[in-house]
Nanobody
Framework: QVQLVESGGGVVQAGGSLRLSCSASGSIASVNSMGWYRQAPGKQRELAATMSSGGAVNYAESVKGRFTVNVDNAARTTTLQMNSLKPEDTGVYYC??????????????WGQGTQVTVSS
């Protein structure tokens, strides 16, 4: 069983910074992609930033230049450094990952979510 455990998040004033971390554990042979989605109150979950095992990154337009995603494939961890935060960045941030097990089957998981609140 593969699990994702997140840490970080909290309350910060506009213009501030936060760092989210996520660690994958379990029967993992490889991680193909890790990253972050977010869900604002009353809205659908949307992409924030992801990185593939090959290093390809994908950012939402709204976070480009402010957020940086990193993935350590060996450690099975991902971080999201969020700078110049805005009130519209408020929401629950979910870690996500996809990969293969040591038996060759594919898996995909979501973390439990961590709250980010940016006050104006």
């Amino acid at each position: 069983q593969v699990q994702l455990v997140e840490s970080g998040g909290g309350v910060v004033q506009a213009g501030g910074s936060l760092r989210l971390s996520c660690s994958a554990s379990g029967s993992i042979a490889s991680v193909n992609s890790m990253g972050w989605y977010r869900q604002a109150p009353g809205k659908q979950r949307e992409l924030a930033a992801t990185m593939s095992s090959g290093g390809a990154v994908n950012y939402a337009e709204s976070v480009k230049g402010r957020f940086t995603v990193n993935v350590d494939n060996a450690a099975r961890t991902t971080t999201l450094q969020m700078n110049s935060l805005k009130p519209e960045d408020t929401g629950v941030y979910y870690c996500t990952a996809i990969g293969t097990t040591d038996r060759g089957t594919f898996w995909s998981r979501w973390g439990q979510g961590t709250q980010v609140t940016v006050s104006s």
